[in-house]
């Protein structure tokens, strides 16, 4: 997400790397964008939260044509990835949306629409969205969304029910979507989490001096303690491989790893 120390707020993008050849490994930003206007004047405009900073994206989620984005204090984005657009224009990074016989997008090639937000219910408990994970270990599967909280080890773990035939999130009659569970994490500066049949994997960062620790427990019993690494943001399991990886967040140590 941007956060350089100009006026243009730029929002946040998504990077896709083709692995076909290891040897030349190649990658392209996309930007994230809400598109507004009529068909015959479409229009779009950065990500931002509500106070109109950038949209953190402190997790995301890619299933079918969807891409969930954690939005911190109030839900889901939806994007929609089938509907990546290519636009006319890359030569001025100051510029985004379509205007004088121009569409721009702060230099960036292509751009993601959002399609969709769930945002949470006036009755709702006000729980965070600091990350979220994909869980396809049962049927069907859920989405685990948790709270970052820096020196309090009461941050909850959150899981949602998916259509595993549509992608959306399962709702009630009345169109409300309702957590089916919700957890303490018990440990502080959770960046993300994983949930595996009934274990659960936690990565906190600076548990160690700056490295951090990846926690695995089950309801109700004491965690397992693994050094982790410094850093340490979501995780993502690789179902072909048995992996959890993760991707640190620090410049000039932003590696990927895995478990």
Known sequence: YDHEPDAIVKGARISFID????????????????????????????VL???GAPLHAG????????????????????FDLSKIIEVTDTDDTDRIGVRDGRMDAHGYRYIAPQIARYTLDLNSCKVRFSFVSLDRSTSPPRLLSGEYRKDDTGGRLI????????????????????????????????????????????SSSSQYNSFGRIYRTRVGQKSNITAWVRGAEDLYYERSTNRIWTAAEYPGARDVVSI
Request: glycine fraction near 10%; hydrophobic fraction near 40%.
């Open 19 to 46: 692995l076909e050849d290891p040897e030349d490994i190649r990658y392209r930003h996309i930007l994230l964008v809400v598109p507004t206007g009529a068909r015959t004047t479409p229009k779009f405009y950065p």
């Open 49 to 51: 939260a509500e106070t």
């Open 59 to 78: 997790g995301i989620v890619w299933i079918g044509n969807l891409l969930y984005v954690a939005d911190t204090t109030q839900g889901f984005r939806v």
């Open 159 to 202: 899981e949602w029910p998916i259509d595993e035939q549509t992608g959306w999130l399962s709702s009630d009659a009345d169109g409300l979507v309702r957590a089916t569970r919700s957890l303490v994490g018990g440990q502080t500066k959770m960046q993300g989490a994983l949930a595996l049949g009934e274990a659960i994997y936690i």
